[in-house]
């Protein structure tokens, strides 16, 4: 991304309010990006949760998540994608930060995708067909995303996102510039396998230069 494009600011929403959701909604709150989120439970049920981890967020609907955003970042366990409306999503860019731990139980059509060889990142895609969808955002832990407890400077932290959509993922690098990371385009969705729990720059803290090398030997 060009060091002189526009902040993002603006509205955003995450669909999951744990860790990783509200740890998000805080480092967006840092920077002034204005959010809105949603988890299996209502507004008024998820209301001391918000004051505790997320308190500027703005609680919605799960099913209104889609609503007055221009992107929403997707960071519910994959084995809840199922109860997700893909119908909310359509038309929308789409963050899929969610992660495959071998452990976890996982809905039938991921597991297929899985079984055939392909990224779950791929087959997440191809399950949310009415979104354009940007694989970011996942191979980072919640405790890094609060902006003050970064291993390394932010600004010399790098990111990776991997889209088969140019637009989406400029739009993405964005925020991830403005949420005080360098982001990194390490190609099209087919490398999203390179961000995921097996790959190698998962849960790496690695500057720019560090992640292109990496990316060149891979
Ligand atoms: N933890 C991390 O450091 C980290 C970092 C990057 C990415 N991620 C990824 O982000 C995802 C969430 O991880 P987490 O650690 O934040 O999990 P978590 O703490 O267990 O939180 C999961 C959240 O998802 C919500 N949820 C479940 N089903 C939902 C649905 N159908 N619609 C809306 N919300 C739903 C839950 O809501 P209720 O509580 O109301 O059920 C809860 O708020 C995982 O895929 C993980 O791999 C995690």
Redesign the pocket.
Known sequence: MRADAAPFTDRIGI???????T?LARAAATVGIPVNI????SPSQ?KYHLAQYAPQATAVE?KDIGTGVSLVVL????D?LD??DVGSLAGLTLID???R?DDAPLPGWLEDGLAAGRSSSEVIAEHFHSSRLVKA??H????D?DSDSSTLQTQQRALALASDYKADAALVARLVSTLGFTPVLVGELAKGGLLEPEGEIFNQVLSPAQLRTLLHES
Do not use: C, E, F, K
């Open positions: 669909l999951g309010a744990g860790r990783a959701g740890a949603a988890s299996s439970r998820m799960a960071m519910v366990p994959q809840d109860d997700v930060a969610t992660n731990w955002l996942n980072i832990s919640h405790w995303l």
